[in-house]
């Protein structure tokens, strides 16, 4: 391990909303170039910033400019506090709940970052400086040029431990070459349990409308259940809380989920979170397991950060001065399964780097049998956790296959 002497910065409160805002401003413009909205889809904005977040505290010149642009500025100089701040935040979340006399409730959420170096690699001492102070994290050494797939094998491994075994193999065996000297990888991990438990019993299986008009029978969770809700045209929503009430689920249905998607930006999710009014009301909620594979370089490139892919432009100088580094790969993978109980999600990202109030509440109904956005997210800083849709909740895709 080469780290620095540096104490991890200090989370501000207010650094940690603005830094959430800018995630969730990076990871709308992601998913909307990533997903289809004929099939289900799950992505973890805060892991994929975190992780290029790790990248960008070594970029300069054009590199840096074009990754701030993409990513909203968020793990900027001036921000990168901010990132900091977030991840400390979101953290702290994990917690134990006493639900009765002698029954614990547990919240778990564990996000860490590893960086794996090429040993032997000269690095700046500033970078490692960064990494030690904002992101907790110092360099674990490696040997991808005499054994590239022991060294895979040595990345995976962490990543199924710190994802409790969802994400076992992040980076297949193309991932990983004797070209390789970096990978920045970011994981997060997520149990919780509702704040107020669907009943196994009231399962039932009724209909969902596919986008093409198709039915497909799945199981529905009934429950009478207090919640957030929020309406519009042709939209309503609603907020499960999880246990504690620092976490929470919006489910946020629309007539239409294309034509939705295709007009949300931060600013308008931003303003129907917000509006959600404390009420009760019945709701059914399809069980469903999502889990989702991208090789993010392409769409990365798209939105305006190419030049860091670039062998022969990449400047990414501020991690070493040896090596000509550029991004080769960035993969995401994650899943998250919904059942009664509450909610279990993992994701991970690897960056990999080679050298070349008041009143009475009114009663409503929200009954999601059709296309869904799911967005999972922290309440006091509003970062978005784990975003998604689901289309067809009978496609049980991960690893718990959605029980």
């Given amino acids: 391990m080469l780290s620095a002497d540096r104490p991890r910065l200090e989370a501000s409160a207010n650094a940690a909303v603005a830094a959430a805002g800018r995630v969730n401003a990076f990871g709308l413009d992601l998913f909307g170039r990533l997903v289809s909205t004929t099939e289900n889809a ?97 360099l674990r050494l490696v040997d991808y040029r005499s054994d590239p797939n022991g060294s895979r094998e040595l990345i995976n491994g962490w990543v199924d431990e710190q994802t409790e075994h969802r994400i076992p193999e992040l980076l297949d065996s193309s991932a990983v070459s004797p070209q390789t000297l970096l990978t920045l990888v970011n994981a997060v991990y997520l149990k919780a349990p509702w704040q107020e438990p669907f009943e196994k019993g009231m399962t039932q299986d009724g209909a969902f409308t596919r986008p093409d008009g198709s039915t497909v029978s799945v199981p529905f969770m009934h429950g009478h259940v207090g919640i957030g809700y929020a309406a519009g045209d042709g939209w309503q929503a609603a907020d499960l809380p999880y246990l504690g009430g ?33 009420t009760v009301g019945n709701v059914s909620v399809p069980k469903f397991g999502i889990e989702t594979r991208a090789d993010l370089g392409s769409l990365l490139t798209a939105l305006g950060m190419s030049t860091a892919f670039d062998p022969a432009a990449a400047d990414f100088s501020g991690i070493t001065a040896d090596q000509a580094l550029f991004v080769s790969r960035v993969i995401h993978q994650a899943n998250i399964d919904v059942d009664e109980a509450g909610t279990t999600a993992a994701a991970a990202t690897a960056v990999g780097m080679g050298g070349a109030g008041p009143g009475t509440p009114k009663f409503v109904e929200v ?37």
Avoid: C, K, W
Avoid at 47 to 53: E, N
Avoid at 371 to 398: E, I, N, Q, Y
């Fill in 42 to 138: 799950v992505l973890s904005p805060a892991s994929i910033a975190l992780a290029l977040g790790m990248a960008r505290a070594g970029a300069n010149g054009a590199t840096a400019t074009e990754m701030d642009a993409v990513l909203h500025d968020v793990a900027s100089p001036a921000n990168a506090a901010g990132l900091n701040a977030l991840e400390q935040a979101l953290t702290s979340r994990t917690a134990s709940y006493q639900l009765d006399v002698g029954v614990d409730g547990q919240v778990t959420l564990r996000i860490a970052s590893a960086p794996f170096a090429q040993r032997g690699m000269p690095i700046e001492q500033a970078y490692l400086d960064a990494l030690a102070s904002l992101y907790g994290a110092g």
């Fill in 246 to 278: 620092t976490l929470a689920m919006s489910l946020i249905l629309p007539d239409d989920l294309a034509s939705f998607e295709a007009n949300l930006d931060a600013a308008e999710l931003d303003r129907i979170l917000t509006s959600m009014e404390s």
């Fill in 367 to 403: 009954n999601l049998d059709h296309p869904f956005l799911f967005v999972l997210r922290d309440v006091p800083t509003g970062a978005v956790l784990f975003l998604g849709h689901v289309v067809d909740p009978s496609d049980l895709s991960s690893p718990g296959g959605g029980q």
